[in-house]
């Protein structure tokens, strides 16, 4: 499982399960056009009826299964975000992005990880 990262030097391949950067990927990485009608939305990422937004409050997601009815807030222990990406193939496989590091959920966003490999400026990432 890896994962496309655009950064402020470059776009990079991530392997998510052993945490390593893998290569300079030659395919920009572009944020998902998804529309969410929450004040502060920094970035949003859906598949299905999941969709979760990056807010600038604390804490810094909100998560809604149901399309966009309901929103539940997530992630207190995160640190202020900047990208989000929803695995198309597991939406419950969710990998946030802060300044300059990966966080990766694996159960819908109720627990996260913090991958080792730093980046530099993290602007958008995607599931490769």
């Known amino acids: 499982m890896n994962a ?10 991530v392997d998510l399960e052993t945490e390593e950067l ?4 030659e395919d920009d990485v572009s ?7 929450l004040p502060r939305v920094v970035a949003a990422a ?7 937004a990056v807010v600038d409050r ?16 997530s992630g207190g222990g ?3 975000g900047t990208a ?8 419950d ?10 966080f990766l959920s694996e159960d819908g966003g109720r627990f996260w990880r913090a991958l080792v490999v730093e980046l530099p400026e993290i602007e958008a990432i995607a599931f490769a």
């Open 4 to 13: 496309f990262v655009r950064t402020t030097r470059g776009c990079w391949l």
């Open 22 to 25: 893998l290569e300079a990927a």
């Open 31 to 37: 944020a998902p056009d998804v529309h969410v009608s």
């Open 46 to 52: 859906a598949s299905g009826s999941t969709v979760v």
């Open 58 to 73: 604390r804490p810094p997601l909100a998560v809604s299964y149901d399309a966009g009815r309901t929103w539940h807030e």
């Open 78 to 80: 995160l640190p202020k």
């Open 84 to 91: 989000i990406a929803i695995d198309a193939e597991n939406p």
């Open 93 to 102: 496989r969710i990998l946030y992005a802060a300044r300059n590091r990966l």
